[in-house]
């Protein structure tokens, strides 16, 4: 089955500057790689997503880019804000999140220092 | 109008107990799944379901069971609750290709 590694476990960042948050996946079938924002006591909430025939996908501060022959992808946040602080995890799938579901990496906890 | 409700949010048991956790999507989505996040905060897919098909994942213990009245209803049944069971469960729902919508979750904590 799928396997997703992530890195790092933890990102200490000054506010204003970028994060970069990296992960990769074994199965070379997974076809859509979403990002999940998670506060404290709540849900995961979907942030950006990309599908392996996109390279690179952006909204607004947050970016995500693909590289499918190393199969590796990476969440990029720029100007953070205090408001960013969360843990943040990458997933894969291979049928776009449907009957499989998803394959989560172990999260990211993002620390926003003022 | 919530899109996807779990009940209850919160769920203390003793170990041995039978407990059910309901969940509820008004999306109109077909496909719907249990996730369990563990306290390192680790998301794994437990099943995923559909009109027509049940994925397991196979390091699920068959003490834990989906039941799907209706499409808009995947309901999670334990039985036996051990210790490790203590979790977070999160029900989901899509729509097959795109993003998996997620519920509040149910915090469970067997003593």
């Known amino acids: 089955g799928e396997n997703v590694e992530q890195h790092p476990s933890t990102l200490s960042v000054q506010e204003g500057d970028s994060a970069v948050i990296k992960c990769t996946y074994s199965d070379s079938a997974s076809n859509y790689f979403p990002w999940y924002k998670q506060e404290l006591g709540k849900r995961p909430q979907l942030i950006i997503d990309?599908?392996?025939?996109?390279g690179e996908k952006k909204d607004q501060r947050i970016a995500v880019t693909l590289n499918k022959t190393a199969k590796h992808f990476s969440l990029h946040i720029t100007e953070t804000q205090p408001e960013d602080s969360a843990v943040y995890f990458c997933a894969a799938s291979r049928s776009g999140g449907g009957a499989d579901g998803l394959t989560f990496g172990k999260g990211t906890h993002l620390i926003i220092q003022p | 109008d919530t899109a996807v409700s779990q009940t209850p949010k919160y769920l203390v048991t003793q170990m041995g107990n039978d407990k059910s956790i309901k969940c509820e999507q008004n999306l109109g989505h077909d496909t719907m799944y249990w996730y369990k996040q563990d306290s390192k905060k680790f998301l794994k897919i437990m099943f995923s379901y559909n009109n027509k098909e049940l994925i397991i994942n196979e390091t699920v213990p068959n003490r834990f069971s989906p039941k799907s009245p209706d499409k808009a209803h995947l309901n999670l049944h334990i039985n036996s609750l051990e210790l490790g069971d203590s979790a977070v469960y999160f029900c989901?729902?899509?729509?097959?290709?795109?993003?998996?919508?997620f519920g509040p979750g149910t915090r469970l904590t067997v003593t």
């Open positions: 989901a729902s899509s729509p097959g290709t795109r993003m998996q919508y």
């Open positions: 990309i599908r392996s025939n996109v």
